[in-house]
């Protein structure tokens, strides 16, 4: 059943389990990702990027197929418009179907960040759609962003920006990045970070960058947030 993320959010936050979000940009990998998450008994996120919709993804294409693929199981399913920073590209995204929107503002000011996710979430949760926002920056793996301390996120301007936005969930930046590691490198994620962060928000959590990021590192923040 295509459903909110935040309805399968809210419930993982809840009873402390996490739920993998899957870049889907065709009818196989949307097919074979809803047919595990029915055959493990287990909510999904289906997601795709603003590129990805350009490239590959098309919307006019994808949506009504992940509509159908969806109602066709009893799992939730949600489908993710991953990284917009368009408001025109949201808003037809929202129109088009879309159960949430993940606004990505990382790259502007903290003040500018507040506002544009606040004006998304005003537009989604109009029409029931929910919106993730993203706080401290998750940057490229090519580049160490991992490893940067100062695009963190701070635990005090989480629980700021929460409160000011209205987000449905927040992407973290707590030592994961986005793409490929270096060969044989497996990142260092401040746990300490993520717990205080969870202790400090009351909104489920979201690591991105998880591909390649070590199987441990997965594991010890299942209780704490969305994995991507």
Same mark, same amino acid.
């Given at each position: 059943?295509?459903?909110?993320?935040?309805?399968?959010?809210?419930?993982?936050?809840?009873?402390?389990?996490?739920?993998?979000?899957?870049? =889907?940009?065709?009818?196989?990998?949307?097919?074979?990702?809803?047919?595990?998450? %029915?055959?493990?008994?287990?909510?999904?996120?289906? %997601?795709?990027?603003?590129?990805?919709?350009?490239?590959?993804?098309?919307?006019? @294409?994808?949506?009504?197929?992940?509509?159908?693929?969806?109602?066709?199981? =009893?799992?939730?399913?949600?489908?993710?418009?991953?990284?917009?920073?368009?408001? %025109?590209?949201?808003? #037809?995204?929202?129109?088009?179907?879309?159960?949430?929107?993940?606004?990505?503002?990382?790259?502007? =000011?903290?003040?500018?960040?507040? @506002?544009?996710?606040?004006?998304?979430?005003?537009?989604?949760?109009?029409?029931?759609?929910?919106?993730?926002?993203?706080?401290?920056?998750?940057?490229?793996?090519?580049?160490? #962003?991992?490893?940067?301390?100062?695009?963190?996120?701070?635990? +005090? %301007?989480?629980?700021?920006?929460?409160?000011?936005?209205?987000?449905?969930?927040?992407?973290?930046?707590?030592?994961?990045?986005?793409? #490929?590691?270096?060969?044989?490198?497996?990142?260092?994620?401040?746990? +300490?970070?993520?717990?205080?962060?969870? @202790?400090?928000?009351?909104?489920?959590?979201?690591?991105?960058?998880? =591909?390649?990021?070590?199987? @441990?590192?997965?594991?010890?923040?299942?209780?704490?947030?969305?994995?991507?």
């Amino acid at each position: 059943m295509l459903t909110s993320m935040k309805t399968i959010l809210d419930h993982a936050h809840k009873h402390h389990y996490a739920v993998m979000a899957m870049n =889907s940009i065709n009818m196989e990998m949307v097919r074979g990702a809803i047919t595990a998450a %029915q055959e493990a008994y287990s909510p999904m996120i289906i %997601q795709f990027g603003c590129g990805q919709m350009k490239n590959h993804a098309h919307a006019e @294409e994808m949506i009504p197929m992940i509509r159908e693929l969806a109602e066709r199981v =009893s799992v939730p399913i949600a489908l993710n418009l991953d990284h917009a920073t368009d408001y %025109q590209i949201i808003a #037809d995204c929202i129109n088009r179907g879309f159960t949430n929107i993940m606004f990505d503002g990382s790259s502007l =000011s903290y003040e500018d960040n507040i @506002e544009r996710t606040a004006v998304v979430v005003a537009m989604a949760h109009a029409v029931g759609c929910s919106v993730e926002g993203e706080l401290g920056h998750v940057g490229m793996a090519v580049d160490s #962003d991992d490893t940067n301390l100062d695009l963190y996120t701070n635990p +005090d %301007q989480a629980l700021d920006f929460v409160n000011r936005t209205g987000v449905d969930a927040l992407a973290v930046a707590v030592g994961t990045a986005h793409g #490929d590691y270096p060969k044989g490198k497996i990142p260092k994620l401040d746990f +300490d970070r993520l717990k205080l962060l969870k @202790e400090t928000v009351d909104v489920p959590l979201v690591l991105h960058g998880g =591909s390649g990021s070590g199987e @441990e590192n997965l594991k010890r923040p299942l209780n704490a947030a969305l994995i991507k």
